[in-house]
């Protein structure tokens, strides 16, 4: 689960991470108002939106009076932003966050990250920030500064200091940079972060270390037991197809093609996916209806995957283990009757109880093509689609 820049702000001031005084706004009027309250010279308008790279698409505007603080964020309200990290469907701005314009010296990069290969979690950093991590990595990777760090001791003051330093710090400053550092670490670890990210962290003129951008991701199976952070999900964000299944338990990602996939397990759901492209199609989507799945949770999976436009074929592919083809065959059946679909379902199933499952489909009168193999339930979905879209094409050439 993603937060915006100014609710990971919030977070990391309470780790005592400096950040520059700001206020969040719905419109215009309450942009130019915040700014108003901020006072100053001079105040940065940034849109809220679940991606970065804002600055580069008009995402973000400094301005110097209260009249072009009201023009930016009226031309950012509502406004889809593009970024080469939003993908191509980009991030619809419904709130502005208004910030007192700093005077940056200089603009450094920190971030934390779990290190799958050593199980830790790392501190990233460059005194080159400003830009993305994956273009420092490429432009100048020998100033980055990677740092792991031992769970039973924690983030100790000495491993701090020594990022601090080599991230050319001033002895004065050193302190400052100790505390930002500790603070982003134990808001990754005391919140069930995946991620933390300042980019830019700034030396002002004045010589204050700032975070002037921030990041944070979260473990969304933790959320469970961090309903402080569950509240600061915003819907408006996400795919509203990944929203749906989430509130109903479900483990989706909407994808690009057109075969839609109901399977259990995220194992199976890869293997499914890959399958589907060897036989040279396109999935929809990955749904994960997990190991119990009831008739209940089929016809659901079932009525998620129909409200995607793009499906011309749905394939169930279940390996019922702990699971029952039998239950999933209810499920397949209750779903079709109470909403009989206009595109062909590939039933695929084996494992436990896999003959009544089979029974079960046969004998309930709904249309389904039944399949033996992973491999022919993918060619039967692929061919299927293939035969669809030449059918509609025949019909549009005759009319
Ligand atoms: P993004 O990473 O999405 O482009 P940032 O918040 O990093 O957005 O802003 C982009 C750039 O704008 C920063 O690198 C910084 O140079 C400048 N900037 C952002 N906030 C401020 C601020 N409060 N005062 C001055 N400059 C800022
Ligand atoms: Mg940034």
Redesign the pocket.
Known sequence: MDIH?YQAKEILKGFGVKI?P?GLAYSPEQATYRAHEIGGE?W?V?AQVH??????VG??K?CDNEQTVFEAANDMFGKKLV?PQSGPNGKIVYRVYV????D?ER?LYLGFVLDRSTERIMVVASAS??MEIEDIASSEPDSIVRSIVDPAAGLSDFQAREIAFSLGFANTQIQQAVATIQGGYRAFRDLDATMVEI??L?VTRQGAIMA??AKMGFDDNAMFRRPEISELRDKSQEDPRETRAADRGLSYVGLDGNIGCIVNGAGLAMATMDMIKLAGGEPANFLDIGGGASAERVAKAFRLVRSDDKVEAILVNIFAGINRCDWVAQGVVQALEANPVDVPVIVRLAGTHVEEGRAILVDSGVTVIMASTLSEAAEKAVGACTLQTSTTAQMAAAS
Request: charged share 30%; net charge neutral.
């Open positions: 820049e520059p700001g001079r940065v940034k991606t970065g790279g804002r600055g580069k995402g973000v400094l970024t910030e007192a314009g700093v940056i603009e920030g400003g980019n830019p700034v002037l951008d």
